[in-house]
């Protein structure tokens, strides 16, 4: 015969057993990793129709968003370093899409801004949000867009603190 008091213990037990042996998909930094994965699946037949690779495409949006920036702005809104960025940025030129010149008023930042060609780009590529295909509202899509961007601005904000 089980006591009241033997559940609660067992349950206890049973978590303290699943802390010091944690399975892959008990953590959150693997979910939003392989979530993070499924996105880049999910995204790449239809970015492969517009020649872009999904870095190129977030690049891309951060202009639409603000045109003619810095590529340390740039590189700062898409959390890519310098050395990453730079061989986006070459291709898109490359492609078309925007170009790249030194700032007059300092000649040691250099300036993208798109082409017409990148602006129009964004007509076709912008129905690109799969919110109907995570399956969740879009009320659910839009609280968990947003609970991901907390948690990512506290880690950067927790690693920042904890560098000085």
Do not use: H
């Not at 995204?43 to 968003?65: D, M, N, R, S």
């Not at 109907?132 to 920042?160: C, H, I, M």
């Amino acid at each position: 015969m089980t006591t009241a008091k033997a559940k609660p213990a067992a349950a206890k037990t049973a978590a303290k057993a699943a802390k010091a042996d944690p399975k892959l998909q008990d953590f959150l930094c693997f979910a939003i990793y392989s979530a993070n994965l499924a996105y880049g699946r999910a995204y790449k037949p239809i970015l492969e129709e517009l020649g872009l690779t999904y870095t190129q495409y977030i690049a891309i949006v951060a202009l639409w968003e603000e045109d003619n920036q810095t590529v340390s702005s740039l590189g700062e809104k898409l959390f890519l370093e310098s050395n990453t960025l730079t061989p986006i940025l070459k291709n898109l030129e490359a492609a078309g899409y925007l170009r790249r010149r030194r700032d007059p008023e300092d000649e040691r930042q250099v300036l993208i801004s798109l082409t017409e060609a990148g602006r129009r780009l964004r007509e076709r590529a912008l129905p690109l949000n799969l919110v109907k295909e995570t399956s969740l509202s879009p009320d659910d899509f839009a609280k968990l867009q947003k609970a991901v961007v907390a948690l990512r601005d506290n880690l950067v904000k927790g690693t920042k603190s904890a560098a000085r």
